[in-house]
């Protein structure tokens, strides 16, 4: 059996992975980064919708190469048809792209390797390896083989299955109510505003949305997320979208390119992302904003935040879970009183009925907004419905 050595195994060649990879690899470690898939970023399972502003903030210049669309605003649409267009003078930076997500993560994969780190393609880890009782690597089969890559520290970074976590003994168990059950067609020969992604919520996708992300020349992702205890049978996802599709003039004479389905986690983050030599990075750590179910951000976020507290750790050689709890700090600082609020939303948002939710759009379309993001549409919210953040109230 081939054995490799380095400083830092990353499991996993998403956003989180390929930029927990780079950091580490630009803090002059060893590191490895195993993806199981053959190619980086496919098959899809994204709407590929991100904002802008955080690109800055983790060292990512946008490219149009992975840009397929640059946004002008959004539409938020109830069941009845009430709509509120938001553009970019409103919006701001909360505007953003619609991705080539497989040319996104091959972007972010080739800055990992620029930086130093090792890419393995078709390798999945199949477990972690334990010396007395601590964690010093994974198992893996590389392109067949077996084999084991020995590590210092761990990066789960492989997203909603979150094996790594639990074969590390790390709680990643989620309630129905915190999972999302979706699906998403890439569609051409259909008639959308080319540069606003729409959502549509309400009993058209119980406890979730629709989405339609355009991409050009009459091709969109039209997608559907349903909360996972508001599904009542096999299938329930495709036959709310096929639903939704039908009576949509715009979309009813449209064919399907792409199907794509999955899950997503909506719960505000895990209890604790890290424990002795092993970090939680992204999906696998349920740090997914639990209202829109976006993911890429946060990934690329916690994947930085975790390359940089490693390269810390190394400079003492110590990657306990004491020390790694820097990383927990890092993150919970700068997105959990965000996450939790969204939560919490999401959460009232699921029991409303489609009349509360028009009325609910009206009054967003009348109130004086000056920039609208999800905190500030709350603020109005809460003046004029108070019962739907009630018990969240201190983090508006």
Known sequence: MNTYECDVVVVGAGPGGSMAARYCAEGGLKTILIEKKAEIGAPLRCAEGVSKK???????????????????GAIIKS????????????AGAEVGYVLERHLFDKALA???AEAGAQIMLRTSATGIIREDGKIVGVKARSMGEEIEIRAKVVVAADGYESQVGRWAGIDTTLKLSDIDSCIQYRMCNIDV?????????????????????????????????????????????????????????????????????????????LDCSVDDNIVLVGDAARIIDPITGGGIAHACRTGMYAGKVIVECAKSDDFSKKALMAYEKMWRDRMEDKLYRNFMAKEKLASLDDETIDQLIQMIKTADIGEVNVYNLLKAVKEKFPQVVEGFEDLI
């Open 54 to 72: 955080w690109l800055q903030e983790v060292g990512i210049e946008p490219d149009p190469s992975w840009i397929r669309g640059d946004m002008k």
């Open 193 to 269: 505003a080319p540069d606003y992604c729409e959502f549509t919520i309400g009993s058209v996708a119980p406890g979730g949305y629709v989405w339609i992300f355009p991409k050009g020349n009459g091709v969109a992702n039209v997608g559907i997320g349903v909360m996972g205890r508001l599904c009542k049978g096999d299938g329930d996802a495709k036959r709310y979208l096929d639903d939704f599709i039908a009576k949509d003039p715009r979309l009813n004479k449209g064919q399907c390119l792409e199907i794509m389905g999955g899950f997503v986690s909506t719960c505000p983050g």
């Open 79 to 90: 069941p009845q048809g009430t709509t509120f267009q938001l553009d970019e003078s409103k």
């Open 110 to 112: 080739k800055k990992a």
